[in-house]
């Protein structure tokens, strides 16, 4: 299997920062061209910092990172520091990760990504959004040349069997730029979406997190401390045996495609009634003559899951 090249978009959150790693820790499989950040967990100058700190904190320091857009196309901004603490990446007991030495480059996400999708061999990179999906949607908007280039978009968001996590309808990501959205799902790019109907079935349990302390160096201690924090909001909200481990699905299926089953459905987004704003409306039995737009994950090997994510963690220092 060769790598491929992706450019990941997020907002890190916890969850976000255990895909930057697994990234990092999987370079046989996955050529990471560059970080671009956006607004979502928390505001855009905390996401764009913390993705520098796990980069430092991996030792990666020449990963290129950019900071993007720091609001929705339409909608004010909603952040979940109740799930990720002020930082967006709290540690229990009010600690944060070192401030970073490495510092952002100049040019802007949006700009970046275009950039780099015209330069690159059409259908040669991969997007990998596990945030709100403003960056990409800018993109396409700004240039809508390179939609053809991209190879495909795998992407952290939505529910196509689940209720929603931020509404009773929606998932978080999608719900805080729901016309972003549409505009990806709209495109014809081929999509691939690691929504809450798998990521709720891949738990950060107590077990889990310390067999991630005992596996390997700094970096998998420093997740498990990541876990502790992170965890507690699920524990309590959904009384699961854990915390759903969302971003990271995104990357565990760029490396073994076979954790996951798909089922390649219509998935529109909702951007106009109030009480469904931001739903990833699946036509999962088709029961409409729309055409399937979407390869949506609906079951997860979760223990080949987290055996992969502490092999490939153990790789760091």
């Not at 907002?11 to 607004?39: F, K, M, N, R, Y």
Request: charged share 20%.
């Amino acid at each position: 299997m060769s790598e491929r090249k992706i450019i990941l978009d997020c907002d890190p959150g916890h969850d976000d920062a255990v895909a930057i790693l697994l990234v990092l820790a999987s370079p046989e499989e996955i050529d990471l061209l560059g970080i671009t950040c956006v607004a979502g967990n928390v505001p855009l100058d905390l996401t764009r910092k913390n993705a520098l700190k796990v980069c430092e904190l991996a030792g990666h320091t020449d990963v290129a990172v950019y900071s993007g857009c720091e609001r929705p196309l339409v909608r004010v901004l909603n952040t979940a520091e109740n799930v990720h603490g002020q930082s967006g990446l709290d540690l229990p007991g009010g600690g944060v990760l070192p401030e970073p030495s490495m510092t952002l480059r100049f040019q802007h996400a949006v700009d970046y990504i275009i950039e780099t999708l015209i330069a690159e061999d059409s259908g040669s990179i991969t997007l990998c959004p596990t945030g709100p999906l403003t960056n990409i949607a800018v993109a396409m908007i700004r240039a809508p040349e390179i939609v053809p280039r991209i190879r495909e978009i795998v992407l952290m968001g939505g529910a196509a069997i689940n209720p929603g996590n931020v509404t009773p309808a929606a998932e978080f990501n999608i719900y805080v730029d729901p016309h972003a959205a549409h505009v990806v799902f709209a495109s014809g790019v081929p999509l691939v979406m690691m929504g809450l109907d798998v990521t709720h079935q891949v738990l950060v349990t107590a077990e889990r997190i310390d067999a991630l302390r005992t596996a390997g160096g700094q970096v998998s201690a420093a997740v498990a401390d990541l876990m502790m924090f992170y965890c507690r909001f699920d524990l309590d909200k959904y009384r699961m045996e854990g915390g759903p481990l969302h971003d990271p699905c995104v990357i565990a299926y760029l490396i073994d495609s076979t954790l996951f089953d798909l089922k390649h459905v219509n998935v529109e987004i909702e951007t106009n009634a109030d009480l469904t704003l931001g739903q990833t409306v699946a036509d999962w039995w088709k029961v409409t003559d729309r055409v399937p737009n979407c390869h949506v994950a609906y079951q997860a090997d979760d223990a080949r899951f987290f055996e992969l994510l502490n092999n490939r963690l153990a790789r760091l220092p």
